[in-house]
């Protein structure tokens, strides 16, 4: 069984930028493309961003956010930047075998951490 541990969420004011952090438990964590959605409330659950070896973001956070990853770690990162109050929701993140930005083609997903932007 995959854990999935993120952190870093919070409150921020428009304009400010967060980092979350997610901390996989498997020691194959390299072998994996991981992935970071968001989820508003009454909205459907949304891509953000993946990572293997290349990245793929979503195009409202294109040029804003970057995923990174510590294979040493077990860990991958968003950085947000330029937040904007759209961009409130919780954020997960999660394991696919293949990249992909398809949510269903995720095995294992984080808890979630809630990312509040304030205007």
């Known amino acids: 069984q995959v854990q999935l541990v993120e952190s870093g969420g919070g409150l921020v004011q428009a304009g400010g930028s967060l980092r979350l952090s997610c901390a996989a438990s498997?020691?194959?964590?390299?072998?994996?493309?991981m992935g970071w959605f968001r989820q508003a409330p009454g909205k459907e659950r949304e891509f953000v961003a993946a990572i293997l070896g290349s990245t793929y973001y979503a195009d409202s956070v294109k040029g804003r956010f970057t995923i990174s990853r510590d294979n040493a770690k077990n860990t991958v990162y968003l950085q947000m930047n330029s937040l904007k109050p759209e961009d409130t929701a919780v954020y997960y993140c999660a394991r696919a075998v293949r990249f992909t930005t398809v949510a269903g083609e995720y095995d294992y997903w984080g808890q979630g951490t809630q990312v509040t932007v304030s205007s």
């Open positions: 498997e020691r194959t964590f390299r072998l994996y493309t």
